[in-house]
């Protein structure tokens, strides 16, 4: 599926999620809060229109939910006089007859004991204006002073249920009782609002009809076809404008990477440069609509540029990749060769002719040379020392080529070297010191492992005074596994302290510059191979001796 129609898609498919969200919203919460809104409405307005009484004594400029209906008892502490105000009219009531009188002055009793207290007592005070209710009937009942006769009464205790109280407290010792009651059709809310001063008690009253959900889901059900068609093309537009601002340069992309990707030096090996792309919208060059590695159907453009982009990204990693190591091999091989060539015209020199000048003695028979026992082995010793170096030439240039890692005991390894240096530590009387701990493994090549040892070692046992000291540990760091070797009163020259590791760099050997046997290449060998196998090498004076540090 293109891009452009699967927006399309995903935009209807958003549209329709968006109109059953409000569809649910509208049908389930909003009539719910609806009613909560106008009920908080009644709240304040039985607030605001005691608060008015009590401030003007009217109801004017007041706005109440029921004008009709809505009223303010003014009950005086003192006297038998009443004052009754609502929206349209005020009046004052005198109680002349003795039993309302005392139903006043049990009203006013229950008000004033409960005075102060957060929860008044209502029940006791409602209790005392019904009994207004009965003196009033039996007032009317009889002859005196009118005739009262029911034509109807019907008892609707069972017509009502759900009633229930709530209090609601404010500052200054004002309070509102909002009571309710429903029937089989509607709920009905009295709210009396309560508040009492020096001299008198003010009752305000506003009998409300509460709002029912069901009266608000009818609009909001015929509402919802226009409300769902706007946003549907809402939706449309807009996936209409992304689709046209957001493809076609994705499409554009995608034409670009793959001229780049079938252009010269940029295609893959064995790729088949394809068809070019159609004007029409048809596959690209070189991409095939639908096809490759894990591909089920059509893709889309994105995919088709994610593809692109990768196989590109990967032969221009994959050509970096193969110059930089062309780039490495070729840098090591340049330096094995001018170590070859310097050795070959450096080293190898001064050994070639002191052998020669030594055979050219002994064939001519000159002086002392005639002793051709004695000086054969000098010969001897000048070519071992050009094998040797050869030697070490030769397997620092293979030695890249024939690496293999495995898990290797170095603990083995080092006490197998110390064992073979035993002889000329032996001859010079050196202590050997070992001291390690067991079961240090590494990832190494044995061979530049021993050989890194051996240079480490046949220096410390070579720079060694006689009758010295070397001490040998392995053991674990924070840093890793360690191979210390110290050697006492042997000390590296300052100059030549930094160029350590350079070829063909000579130390003394007890204030001798001339040490029999050593052409340079030790610890540049030791440091090479070091490098190889990502171990670090450290070989610097300390107190007294030389320090060297291979940290596995």
């Known amino acids: ?19 059953l969200f409000l569809v649910g919203y509208f049908t389930l919460m909003l009539p719910s809060l609806y009613v909560d809104y106008v009920m908080e409405q009644n709240l304040q307005s039985v607030c605001r229109q005691h608060r008015a009484y009590v401030k003007n004594g009217s109801y004017e400029g007041v706005r109440v939910r029921n004008s009709t209906a809505c009223m303010s008892l003014e009950i005086p502490k003192e006297g038998n006089t009443l004052r009754i105000t609502g929206k349209t009219y005020s009046a004052e009531i005198t109680l002349q007859d003795i039993r309302l009188r005392q139903v006043l002055c049990s009203f006013r ?40 006769k029911w034509l109807y009464l019907k008892d609707m205790d069972g017509e009502f249920f759900n009633e229930s109280t709530k209090i609601h407290t404010y500052s200054d010792g004002f309070i ?26 003010i009752l305000s009253f506003l009998p409300v009809v509460a709002p029912e959900m069901d009266e608000i889901r009818p609009v909001v059900l015929q509402s919802l076809p226009m409300l769902g068609a706007v946003i549907l093309l809402a939706v449309l537009l807009f996936s209409r404008a992304y689709s046209s601002g957001i493809v076609t340069p994705i499409v554009k992309l995608v034409r670009h990477t793959q001229e780049m990707k079938v252009s010269g030096e940029w295609r893959a090996l064995g790729e088949d440069n394809g068809r070019e792309e159609r004007p029409d919208g048809g596959s690209p060059a070189g991409v095939k609509s639908g096809s490759g590695p894990g591909t089920q159907g059509p893709r889309d453009e ?28 070729l840098a090591e091989e340049n330096q094995s060769r001018e170590v070859f060539l310097r050795a070959s015209a450096h080293q190898l020199k001064t050994p070639v002719a002191a052998a ?13 040379y005639r002793e051709t026992k004695v000086y054969l082995p000098k010969v001897k010793e000048q070519l071992l020392s050009m094998r040797k170096m050869t030697e070490d030439i030769l397997y620092l ?11 290797t005991d170095v603990g083995r390894v080092l006490r197998e070297r110390l064992e073979a240096c035993q002889v000329a530590a032996a001859d010079k009387e050196l202590r050997m010191e070992y001291e390690g701990e067991e079961g240090i493994l590494a990832e190494t090549d044995e061979a530049m492992l021993v050989q890194i040892l051996d240079n480490l070692l046949s220096n410390a046992v070579k720079y060694t005074p006689e ?16 191979v210390s070797i110290e050697n006492y009163g042997a ?25 029999s046997g050593s052409h340079g290449l030790g610890l540049y060998i030791a440091s090479y191979y070091a490098k190889k196998l990502g171990f670090s090498l450290r070989v610097a004076n300390g107190e007294d001796r030389v320090v060297s540090i291979l940290l596995l």
Request: proline share 2%; net charge negative.
């Open 356 to 368: 020669l000048l030594l055979v050219e003695g002994m064939i001519n028979e000159v002086g002392r």
């Open 397 to 407: 240039n293979q030695c890249a080529r024939s690496m293999t890692l495995r898990r």
């Open 302 to 329: 994105v995919e088709e540029l994610a593809d692109t982009l990768e196989e590109l990204y990967g032969q221009i990693r994959e050509n970096y990749r193969n110059l930089e190591e062309k780039n490495r091999e």
């Open 109 to 148: 009793r229950s008000f004033l004991e409960s005075e102060g207290e957060t929860d008044r007592n209502f029940d006791g005070m409602l209790a005392e204006l019904e009994g207004l209710s009965d003196v009033w009937q039996e007032m009317f009942s009889g002859n005196k002073p009118a005739s009262l």
């Open 491 to 515: 000390e590296i020259p300052e100059e030549i302290e930094s160029h350590i590791f350079e070829p063909f760099v000579r130390g003394s050997h007890n204030g001798d510059k001339s040490v």
């Open 467 to 482: 009758g010295g000291l070397v001490r040998i540990r392995l053991d674990r760091r924070p840093e890793g596994s360690c």
């Open 1 to 19: 599926m293109r891009l452009g129609r699967k927006n399309l898609w995903y935009s209807m498919i958003l549209a329709g999620v968006m109109l």
């Open 176 to 201: 509102v009782l909002e009571s309710s009651i429903e029937d089989s059709v509607n709920r009905y809310v009295n709210y009396i609002a309560a508040e009492s001063d020096a001299e008198r008690v």
